[in-house]
């Protein structure tokens, strides 16, 4: 029944679309996976090593955490954001939210499609600021598959594993 069911929909697609059409599907989606892996792969390279490591701000008072939040501010190595005027800095924030939301759809999308499902998620929500966006990462971080295989593609960048605890 279930062959019969297959192939029913394959010569559906066949009349309707045509060979070379399928194809084309099928060049673009292989070509797409290999952009999907190369980006989350980059993404996760240029990530802090400690960037998973909860930052826990409830002992400190306030005027620590307004020191502590301008030297970070002072000290950030990135003089091409600080040159940014407003509105570029807006559009690149925009975007990021935009990059991270479609990462974080593709990622629910691939917990029933082939992918990495839980590494887009984690990485699109990374992207995206929220309150709660850290208690969700380390729920998605709980699962040692999930440190594995985000500690396997740093090693595979010669770069340091992550921090987790």
Known sequence: MLKE??????TYLMDTFGANFILLIILF??????VYFIMISYLITQLDTRYFIDKNLSNKTDNEIKNETKS????????????????????????KIFVGVVLLL??????VL?????????IGLSLIP????KKIEQNILARKSV????????????KEPFIFD
């Open 72 to 95: 970070v501010n002072n000290n950030r190595a990135r003089p091409h954001l600080i040159l940014m005027n407003g509105s570029v800095s807006l559009v690149v924030n925009t975007l």
């Open 106 to 111: 593709c990622g629910i999308a691939m917990l």
């Open 114 to 122: 082939p992918g990495q499902g839980l590494l887009t998620i984690l």
């Open 5 to 10: 069911y297959y192939n029913n929909i394959a």
């Open 147 to 158: 440190r594995f295989s985000l500690n396997w593609i740093r090693t595979k960048a010669k």
């Open 130 to 133: 929220f309150p709660g966006k």
């Open 29 to 34: 989606s292989t070509v797409m996976l290999i």
